[in-house]
């Protein structure tokens, strides 16, 4: 009895690793996450592009609240459901995530109520790309170079925490931007380095937005990546 | 005229993205990065797994001082082939990259010296899975969940910095853990954080180590990778 979490990458069907599409093909069962039965998820898209197995679990993914009962409960559900599996036989079941599955996915709490339930389940996972490394891609940016330090921290912690890491780390990026990204700008521009900044939602989809944070002007979408890169003054120091 | 990074990650020939798969296949020069002509560096070992088009440009890869003069000339050398073949006709060249471009990699480098010697020359990016990751999902590791923020640093830039981000963060990383192993180790119990710590070397390659921080007894290759999670009392807050 194996649970698989599968990084499916942020959106984009081809940047799935080699070893993702296998692995969901292989697997007895596929799971998506969706926010709503009715609804394909961003997961899903990228599954169907290799497999048709995908079927639908729904989890609040957009919560922002802490860990409601609502949450829990489609955690439970969930893993729920992956026993079923194992109980009518299935060897591999695949849980897909958009990203990475070991940072900020919906897996590691899905992981940890299968754990919880059924301790002899063997809980794997295969990396996937995550929203900073496509972004740094598609906006031509250099996340780290030479001896650089980069620090990645979600906005739903507050901007405060952010603020200092501009002041500790040459490469600063932060996820679910949208929500307060005026007082975020303010403090990059503050930090004098609103230079090389840039923001992008909804990467390698319909509507993507990509451009420099110095231009942004409205309101920005809230699952957005903000990328600031280190001050490079020469062509680097260390590999 | 197009030269795209291509991140192949961190070793094991799966490890790499569809997309480049597909634009490794489709690009009329493949170079991959090798510490002595007659070596095949590891990068190479995953391109040869999809085409066979890859020749050797030799890097100073693992110099340990800042930039010398060899690395400086290795960048040029390298830069003015990617231009012949442009000369000659090329219309896309590929340079694979452990992991991936935009993090560490030699792929700044060389693409930042292409643009000095020819601006007309658009420099792409394919995203790749880092060692993080892959230390990640090998060892079980969950590198962030809800608002926990992560440092990414080497350790080339010394131990100092480590410290003080085990203070500022709640999971660190870092990079050429070899070197400093000791230094780095007791500063991780001193701050009681052996708990959950992991380093890897050789991902996906012979002679892969995985294992507890804790555990380590004598010494560590200059490439690990060391995790140091966050700690987590809950099942998480946000996701």
């Given at each position: 009895m194996r649970l698989i979490g599968i990084?499916?990458?942020?959106?984009?069907?081809?940047?799935?690793t080699v070893k993702a599409v296998r692995v969901l093909r292989e697997a007895d069962l596929v799971l998506v996450p969706v926010m709503a039965p009715g609804e394909q998820g961003r997961a899903e898209s990228v599954v169907r592009a290799y497999t048709g197995k995908a079927e639908r679990v729904v989890f609040?993914?957009?919560?922002?609240?802490?860990?409601?009962e609502r949450r829990a409960a489609a955690w439970d559900e969930a893993a729920r459901r992956v026993l079923r599996a194992f109980a009518e036989g299935a060897g591999t079941v695949a849980f897909a995530t958009i990203g990475?599955?070991?940072?900020?996915?919906?897996f590691t709490y899905l992981a940890q109520t299968v754990r919880d339930l059924s301790p002899g389940v063997e809980i794997e996972s295969v990396p996937g790309i995550t929203a900073m490394q496509d972004l740094a891609a598609r906006s031509g940016t250099?996340?780290?170079?030479?001896?650089e330090s980069l620090t990645l921290l979600p906005l739903t912690g507050g901007a405060h925490r952010f603020t200092k890491a501009l002041r500790d780390s040459e490469t600063v990026v932060a996820y679910k931007?949208?929500?307060?990204a005026d007082e975020v700008l303010a403090a990059v521009k503050d930090a004098g380095r609103l230079d090389g900044a840039v923001y992008g939602a909804r990467?390698?989809?319909?509507g993507e937005a990509v451009g420099?944070?110095?231009?942004?002007d409205g309101p920005v979408p809230y699952l957005s990546t903000l990328i600031v890169p280190g001050r490079r003054t020469t062509r680097g120091g260390m590999l």
């Open positions: 990084g499916v990458g942020p959106g984009d069907p081809e940047l799935i609040a993914l957009n919560d922002r609240g802490g860990v409601t990475d599955p070991n940072v900020y996915s919906t250099v996340l780290t170079e030479g001896t931007f949208g929500a307060v990467l390698g989809l319909e420099p944070a110095g231009e942004i």
